[in-house]
C-alpha cells in the first residue's frame, strides 16, 4: 500500500521553485564568480537553502500501512495506529500517544482560513440547491488541517490490526546534515574573506 503524503502544497511549490533558484545562480557563481564574494554569496544561498529546505519541503505527515510518520522542522516522529490516543486540531494537528504529544509542523490551520471556512459552510447552508446544502452539512466548517485530521483518526482505527512498531521520536538526520553543511559554508565563508 502507497504511503498517504498531507503537506503545505504551497510551500512544497515555494520550496522547489526556491532550489531551482539556487541551482541557477550556483551555475552562475561557479561559471562567473571570484573569489571570496562567490563564496559569501554561496554561503548566503545555503543557508537560505537550508532553511527552505527545513521549513517547506520537509515537513509532512505520512499516513504508513503500520502507523504514522510525522517529519517536523528537526524532528521525525513515528507512532503505530495502535498507539494513536487522540488527533486535534489547534492551530495544529496535534498527535497524542501515551505520554507523547506531537505536534505537526503541517498543515496547520489559521483563524482566517477557519473563517473562510465558517463563511463557506453558512453560504452553502442557504442555498436552494439540496446538493450544496447536504455538502455544507456533511463538510462543515472544516479546513484542511480538520479534514487531515479526519483522515487520520479514522485510520487510526481501521488499521489498528495492522499496527507495526513503536512510538519514537528522533532527530532527523537530513535537516541536521543539511544545517551542518550550511554552516559549513558560513565558516568557509569567514576565513576567505
Known sequence: MKPEIYR????????????????WNVWDLFARGSMPSALIAGA??????????????????????????????????????????????ASAIVIESGDTTVRCWTPQSSARERA????????????????????????????????VAAQLTEMSRTRRESSSGETRVTWSPSALAAIAAALALVIAAIIAS
Open 8 to 23: 503545505s502544497k504551497l510551500a512544497w511549490v515555494c520550496g522547489w521553485a526556491w532550489m531551482v533558484f539556487t541551482a
Open 116 to 147: 473562510r471556512a465558517a463563511g463557506r459552510a453558512a453560504k452553502a447552508a442557504k442555498s436552494a440547491n439540496r446538493v450544496e446544502r447536504a455538502t455544507a452539512e456533511a463538510v462543515g466548517a472544516r479546513t484542511h488541517a480538520d479534514w
Open 44 to 89: 548566503v544561498l545555503g543557508v537560505i537553502t537550508a532553511l527552505v529546505f527545513v521549513m517547506a519541503l520537509r515537513p509532512a505527515i505520512v499516513a504508513e500501512q503500520g502507523g504514522v510518520r510525522v517529519r517536523n522542522v528537526l524532528k521525525n516522529a513515528y507512532i503505530p495506529w495502535s498507539g494513536v490516543d487522540d488527533v486535534s486540531v
